[in-house]
């Protein structure tokens, strides 16, 4: 228990970090007008709030914590993390989000990127049956580049 309060802690300081970098509404406002993901982001008491629900077993909470410090905080440490626990937690979002990630940092995690891409992908998510789709058709390249 100890543990996991410490980890808490930790991912909440490393989240004040960064939104200490600018006031909220100017690096909210920012990251929302250069990428166009409204929905995604979340304010501070909001990634408090969906940190404690994953920490205690919500993978849907983690994947939005994955998808918020990804697409709009542009954090990939963090968006892994979460990404992983909710993957963990069999959310098809966080499995196809982890997968992606794995995928695109390294050819040599591509066989561990396809266990979760596949996991995802049986759970009925169309992008990551698509993700596969494109590794099998291409397998020299990750899923985000185009295959001639």
Not at 52 to 63: D, E, I
Not at 100 to 128: C, H, P, V, Y
Request: charged share 15%; glycine share 8%.
């Amino acid at each position: 228990m100890k543990f996991v309060v410490c980890m808490f802690s930790s991912i909440l300081l490393a989240t004040a970090a960064i939104a200490q970098q600018a006031p909220m509404s100017t690096w909210m406002t920012h990251q929302v007008s250069i990428n166009g993901n409204e929905g995604v982001a979340l304010t501070d008491q909001q990634v408090a709030t969906y940190s404690a629900q994953a920490l205690r077993g919500s993978g849907a909470a983690a994947n939005r914590l994955g998808e918020h410090f990804l697409l709009t905080i542009n954090n990939r440490r963090l968006a892994e993390y979460w990404y992983l626990i909710s993957a963990e937690d069999g959310d098809a979002g966080g499995q196809r989000g982890y997968g992606s990630m794995i995928l695109e940092d390294s050819s040599e995690n591509k066989t561990r990127a396809i266990f979760w891409l596949e996991k995802s992908a049986s759970q009925g998510d169309a992008i990551a049956r698509n993700s596969l789709q494109h590794i099998m058709h291409c397998p020299n390249l990750v899923a985000s580049e185009p295959c001639s």
